[in-house]
């Protein structure tokens, strides 16, 4: 018995090559999607930092009208920022950088209790309010992240899609990590 002129096996041989070219794409679609969805989580909440860099000198020039002998820890937290800024995106060395910069920034919140004519200061609550939405924000991003590297990771990972991620060198990516316990911890902002 034939169809189009071939016989059964080529037809069954060629059907098959069809459904595993079909399979490969598609899983390679998946991948594909999957690492744009990281990228996208990545860039979210590298707009989130930039948020807070871009706040950062704010809060330090209002706080340096009513705490000028605080000035090391002034330094210390815009010192603190320019590192995290300049580290390269995605590395250790810029995971540590946050952490650096978001003790930095409790320090300089601890220093507000000190002075009860900043905490009342229209600007400065503004400014505190802000960075407090913008935790949040960063916050989100970094779950968005990690749900996100998770997809991925299980795409790299689990069978049968980890025979097409390893042909196509695809390797897992890592999920964004908190340097230290005391990091943990929500960064506290009262006045």
């Known amino acids: 018995m034939s169809f189009f002129g071939l016989p ?11 459904l595993l070219a079909i399979w490969f794409i598609s899983t390679m679609n998946k991948l594909t999607r999957a690492n744009l969805t990281v990228e996208e989580a990545f860039s979210g909440m590298d707009i989130q ?9 704010n809060i330090v020039n209002t706080v340096k009208g009513y705490a000028e002998h605080e000035k090391e820890t002034l330094e ?14 995605g590395t250790a060395e810029a995971a540590a950088a946050e952490k650096e910069l978001s003790g930095a920034i409790s320090r300089l919140m601890a220093i ?5 004519d900043l905490k009342a200061n229209v600007q400065f609550l503004d ?5 407090s939405t913008i935790e949040t924000d960063i916050a989100q991003s970094r779950k968005y992240y990690s749900g996100a590297v ?6 790299v990972q689990l069978f049968p ?16 990590e908190v340097g230290s316990e005391t990091e943990r911890e ?6």
């Not at 059964?8 to 069809?18: E, G, S």
């Not at 400014?127 to 960075?131: A, C, D, I, T, Y």
């Not at 998770?150 to 795409?155: A, F």
């Open 8 to 18: 059964i096996w080529a037809i069954i041989v060629i059907a098959a090559v069809l």
């Open 49 to 57: 930092l930039k948020k807070r860099y871009d706040l950062i000198p």
């Open 76 to 89: 210390n937290v815009i010192a603190a920022r320019n590192t995290a800024i300049s580290a390269p995106a």
């Open 112 to 116: 507000a209790e000190n002075y009860p």
């Open 127 to 131: 400014l505190q309010r802000q960075l």
């Open 150 to 155: 998770k997809k991925y990771n299980e795409l």
């Open 161 to 176: 899609s980890s025979i097409i991620a390893g042909i196509c060198g695809r390797k897992t990516v890592s999920f964004y």
């Open 186 to 191: 929500n960064v506290t902002v009262q006045f």
